[in-house]
């Protein structure tokens, strides 16, 4: 499976660079994931604009990367473009449980506003 990782200071952006996310690259995805949150990426973006179809493999995985986010920090979906992928969105209803915005840009704003009112949150539970 082809893909790229842009690590930044508070967030990491995981692209795949395959038109297909499938029964054939969903383990090694999962696999990817599992290795950020070992790192201790704190926040992941998950960047679809490639991606020109999800099967429920490819779903599954990306399942597995919100639930390791979920004690991490944010994750978020991003590039969801291509009709086949909106589709299953909406067939499956994962956007109830996905945090999915339009841009890289929005999605990084989010991670920043999720930080910060993490940061609020512990600081006031400090004092």
Known sequence: MKFSIDKQERYTIFRPEEENLNSICAPQLKS???????????????????????DSSGLSAILTARRLWTQLGTFVVTGVEHSAVKRL???????SVLTILPTVSES???????????DLQSGGDEG
């Open 32 to 54: 990817e994931f599992v290795i950020l949150a070992n790192e201790g990426i704190q926040n992941l973006l998950l960047d679809l604009s490639s991606v020109r179809y999800v």
């Open 89 to 95: 969105v909406e067939i499956s209803k994962v956007d």
């Open 108 to 118: 990084v704003d989010y991670i920043f506003m999720e930080d910060l009112q993490r």
